[in-house]
């Protein structure tokens, strides 16, 4: 099971890593100093750097480990929660989802999108990077994935909210099981 990897592996996980290089153009889209749920904080890297550029956050992840380490390095709690058991309404400015949704169930993840979109103020930000591909299943560390390709990532976000705008980019880059990993993120804009 896949929470059950970054339990068991969160030291080794949250030693490992650094800030998104995307994370600061998704930061200038967002309203200065508003509030943002990140989805799926891991080590807190990215946690670190929205909080360090004056914005307010409420960082979530679904592994207690890596929530209380996470919670250590940001001086502020880390909720412990599931993709969906987020039940916020018009609460956020920007929700930010680095490599997380990606382990959200394919038959779920419409429900989940739903939700982000409940919980966002109208113009608020969200950034959501997937790994790409075609079929669900498990990488060599035994982690699900969605792996949705862009079309579909596109389909899935219009299909679950009404966004005033949407935009995908696609990357080759790499991932914690260092493997070259084609991603897709959706930027979209409430409405």
Same mark, same amino acid.
């Given at each position: ?19 998104? /290089?995307?994370? $600061?153009?998704? !930061?200038?889209?967002?309203? $200065? ?17 929205? !909080? ?27 909720? #412990? ?7 916020? #309404?018009?609460? =956020?400015?920007?929700? =930010? ?14 429900? #989940? ?8 103020? /109208? ?29 579909? !990532?596109?389909? !899935?976000?219009?299909?679950?909210? $009404?966004? *005033? ?19 897709? *993120?959706?930027?979209? #804009?409430?409405?």
């Amino acid at each position: 099971m896949t929470l059950d990897f970054y339990d068991e592996n969160a030291a080794d996980y949250a030693a490992d890593g650094g800030t998104n /290089p995307r994370l $600061p153009g998704f !930061l200038a889209r967002c309203r $200065p100093g508003g509030r943002i749920l990140e989805l799926g904080t891991g080590g807190g890297f990215d946690a670190r750097a929205i !909080l360090d550029a004056g914005f307010a956050l409420d960082a979530t992840d679904g592994s207690a480990e890596l929530a209380a380490i996470a919670s250590s390095r940001l001086g502020q709690t880390v909720k #412990v929660m599931l993709f969906n058991e987020l039940d916020a #309404v018009g609460r =956020y400015d920007g929700v =930010y989802a680095c490599a997380s949704l990606t382990h959200a169930a394919r038959d779920d993840l419409g429900a #989940v999108i739903a939700r982000i979109h409940r919980a966002m103020v /109208p113009g608020g930000i969200v950034w959501a990077s997937f790994k790409t591909g075609t079929a669900e299943g498990k990488d060599g560390l035994g982690r699900y994935y969605n792996y949705l390709s862009a079309d579909e !990532l596109d389909r !899935l976000w219009r299909d679950n909210g $009404p966004w *005033a705008q949407l935009a995908l980019e696609s990357w080759q880059g790499g991932a914690y099981d260092r493997r070259l990993t084609e991603w897709t *993120a959706v930027t979209a #804009v409430a409405g």
